[in-house]
């Protein structure tokens, strides 16, 4: 089936730095992937769609200069959270879906980020 | 983006079928209806997809109404291990394929 690995699948880190998350389709090619952010006790929020060879579409509200995504591959993308502070703690998860296939979306295990 | 509307929560017992309801008055013809189901500090999982036409899986079926402006995932047996948020979502293909949660339904299943 398929799978989408992400990484790491916790952090933490310090007021000011940069962190980066990774998304890897592992048995599949995805065109687009997509990210999502999760506070405690709520629904996913849909941040941007990350489009493999271009630039991401980002959903209104979402700052673009903070969380940069690279999608450099047919296989991986990267969200960076750009000069992190505490409200940017939350649980990020990525998914993606085959180019080819009826499949619904796979979705990666969720990254925790806490800033400190 | 069309909207759901989905009871916050329900419960269930054990080795009893659940119907877990969704409605979407407002789908428009090139919307999929989408359900998948969380556990905490998990990703989503898929659980199932249609468009039309009642759909079957290994996990679940999915009921559509003749109008699509409504829907029902049955789990035919509840287990312990379904207890989670379900998710019903509407994804528009024109709209990018994005799938954009909305609230969703919190199932307990009892022993």
């Known amino acids: 089936g398929a799978v989408v690995s992400q990484h790491p699948s916790w952090v933490i880190c310090k007021s000011g730095t940069s962190v980066k998350i990774e998304c890897r389709s592992l048995?599949?090619?995805?065109?687009?992937m997509f990210w999502y952010r999760q506070f405690p006790k709520q629904s996913l929020m849909l941040m941007a769609t990350?489009?493999?060879?271009?630039?991401?579409?980002?959903e209104q509200g979402v700052e673009k200069d903070k969380f940069l995504i690279n999608h450099a591959s047919l296989t991986l993308s990267t969200l960076t959270v750009t000069s992190a502070h505490p409200e940017d703690s939350s649980f990020y998860i990525c998914?993606?879906?085959?180019?080819?296939?009826?499949?619904?979306?796979?979705f990666g295990s969720g990254t925790r980020l806490t800033v400190v | 983006d069309a909207k759901t509307t989905q009871p916050n929560s329900m419960e269930s017992n054990e080795e009893e079928p659940v119907h877990l309801p969704c409605n979407h008055s407002?789908?428009?013809?090139?919307?999929?209806i989408h359900w998948y189901r969380q556990l905490p500090s998990q990703g989503p999982e898929y659980v199932i997809h249609?468009?039309?036409s009642n759909v079957n899986n290994r996990m679940a079926s999915l009921a559509i109404a003749e109008d699509r402006k409504s829907s029902t995932l049955i789990l035919h047996r509840a287990t312990l291990r379904d207890a989670a948020v379900y998710y019903c979502?509407?994804?528009?293909?024109?709209?990018?394929?994005?799938?954009?949660f909305g609230a969703g339904t919190i199932l307990r299943v009892k022993s």
């Open positions: 249609g468009l039309t």
């Open positions: 048995d599949f090619q995805a065109t687009t």
């Open positions: 998914s993606a879906r085959r180019d080819r296939g009826r499949e619904g979306y796979t």
């Open positions: 979502i509407l994804r528009d293909v024109r709209g990018g394929n994005k799938l954009v």
């Open positions: 990350s489009n493999e060879g271009s630039k991401a579409t980002y």
């Open positions: 407002t789908i428009s013809g090139t919307d999929y």
